[in-house]
């Protein structure tokens, strides 16, 4: 089982953070916020930029050897609506 989390946020700090969760016993994790790496459990790395979110999550998974299922994918953003419709595509590589 594996998560992961992002947070685009217009009106607090960080702007713009992701995490990554795959084991949730142990809590083993990589975490990003603008433009930092935090923590590496998951040797996955951290992406460049706000604009390789979706390049990192894809290769996250497949180094993982997991699918996101977007179904449960859950964006904490400011966005709304189509705004943010687009931005969860734009996330998932649609």
């Not at 930029?49 to 859950?74: G, M, N, Q």
């Amino acid at each position: 089982m594996a998560t992961a989390y992002v947070d685009l946020n217009t009106h607090t700090l960080p702007n713009a953070a992701a995490s990554f969760v795959w084991n949730t016993v142990n809590y083993q994790s990589t975490r990003w916020a603008d433009g930092e790496l935090e923590r590496d459990a998951g040797k996955v790395g951290g992406p460049k930029s706000v604009e390789d979110l979706p390049r990192w999550l894809a290769a996250a998974a497949k180094r993982r050897k997991i699918t996101w299922d977007p179904a449960t994918v859950r964006v904490t953003s400011s966005l709304r609506g189509k705004a943010r419709a687009a931005a969860v595509a734009w996330l998932l590589g649609g």
